[in-house]
Structure formats: structure tokens, C-alpha cells
């Protein structure tokens, strides 16, 4: 949800920003028209050459091309705007412009840093983490024999039922495998732990990102422990 909200907030700033860009491309068109139009009566006049008419016209023709490419930007962030909000591909409804916008409002100072992990990605971070964890000891599970308790009609497997009197060679095939797999399972627990340190880093990395807008926006967090995290 965070990130649907930043993304329809980032596309209709631009697409305002666009807005604006157009209207000043249009003043500009207009502009480089009545210079065209001054040029052209200058050269009847025998005041000017025909070279200085030829650069008004592929000056005129310049902004045409930049309107005709900001209007087609325009309607790709229209339809981007349409699809996030669940409506078939349309024209937007303005609101004001992009130099009357609110500014974002001032963060309350002294709260603490600890806030920060309720963030999303943070969150998605840890949970990494923990994910990551778990599944070493899944890797690690796989060094120990895997025995059948029952065989058919409920009775007790011969595995089961040699593992105690015959020692466990003598057990089954079954239970010698993960001693000739060890290799495998060596490295099924090394690959467990090398995803388990990356995501780590990435938690890390989370966690620097706050860190330096906290320094970019110092009233805006206190404390260290999340730079110390």
C-alpha cells in the first residue's frame, strides 16, 4: 500500500511537472512564430537573407516537435495514473499547479529512532532475515538419517526395528545416505548461511538508507540506534 501510494503521488507530481513544461513550450512556440513572422517580413523587406528566415523556421519547428513529445508523455503518465487507480485509460482531473502545491509538513523533532522500524522495507528486511535462518537448520536437518517409524499395517519399519540391534549400517540404505551425501549437505548449509549474511546486508543496507535521510533531515530523528544497528 506504502508503495501504490509513493508511486500515484510520484507519477501525478510528474505529470504536473509535465503540465508546466508544456505551457512554457507553448509561450516558447508562440514566441519563435512572431520571430519567424518578423524574419520573413524583414527578408521581403530586403532587410535580412533568406538564412535568417530558414533558422526561425527550424526554430518554430523545434518547439512544435518538444510539444508534440510532452503531450505524449503527458497521456503515458494519464494512463499510468488510470491503471493505478483502477480506471481505463483517460485524461486525469487536475488540481493545482505544481508551483501551489502544499509543501510536505515539518516532522515533529525528538522522536525517537526506533519509529523507523515500523517501516515497510525494514520490516521486509527482518523478516529476511529470519527466513533465511530457518532454513539453515533445514539444511542442517538433512545430516541426520530419515527413518520410516511404521511399515505396512502399522507395524515397526526394519529400519526402525534394526537401529538398535544391528547398528546403523546395517540399518538401511535409507540411513546410510546422508553419510554419502555429506558433500551436499555440507554445501546446502554453507549456501543456507551465505543467504542468510546477504540478507543480513540488505537489512543493513535498509537501515544505512534511513540512517543518511536522518542526517539529511536531522530534525527529524533522535537518537543513534538505528545508525548503531
Not at 25 to 54: F, P, W, Y
Request: glycine letters at 6%.
Amino acid at each position: 500500500m506504502t508503495r501504490l501510494i509513493s508511486e500515484l503521488a510520484t507519477r501525478y507530481y510528474n505529470l504536473r511537472a509535465l503540465d508546466l513544461q508544456l505551457e512554457i513550450a507553448q509561450r516558447t512556440l508562440t514566441t519563435r512564430r512572431d520571430s519567424l513572422r518578423l524574419a520573413t517580413v524583414r527578408h521581403i523587406s530586403g532587410a535580412t537573407s533568406l538564412v535568417d528566415v530558414r533558422q526561425a523556421e527550424q526554430l518554430v519547428h523545434t518547439a512544435e516537435g518538444e510539444i508534440v513529445d510532452l503531450r505524449r508523455q503527458i497521456e503515458q503518465q494519464e494512463n499510468a495514473l488510470s491503471f493505478l487507480i483502477g480506471q481505463n485509460p483517460g485524461a486525469i482531473t487536475r488540481g493545482r499547479l505544481l508551483v501551489e502545491q502544499a509543501p510536505a509538513p515539518d516532522v515533529p523533532s525528538g522522536l525517537p529512532s526506533a519509529l523507523l522500524a515500523r517501516r515497510p522495507d525494514i520490516q521486509q528486511a527482518e523478516q529476511q532475515i529470519v527466513a533465511a535462518n530457518a532454513q539453515i537448520g533445514v539444511a542442517r536437518a538433512a545430516y541426520f538419517p530419515q527413518i520410516t517409524l511404521t511399515g505396512i499395517g502399522g507395524v515397526a519399519s526394519n529400519a526402525l526395528s534394526s537401529l538398535f540391534t544391528t547398528g546403523l549400517w546395517a540399518a538401511g540404505a535409507n540411513l546410510v545416505q546422508p553419510i554419502f551425501n555429506a558433500g551436499r549437505t555440507r554445501s546446502q548449509v554453507r549456501l543456507a548461511e551465505a543467504q542468510t549474511e546477504e540478507a543480513a546486508l540488505v537489512y543493513r543496507q535498509a537501515c544505512r538508507a534511513c540512517a543518511r535521510r536522518r542526517r539529511s533531515h536531522p530534525a527529524t530523528y533522535s537518537g543513534s540506534a538505528l545508525v548503531k544497528t
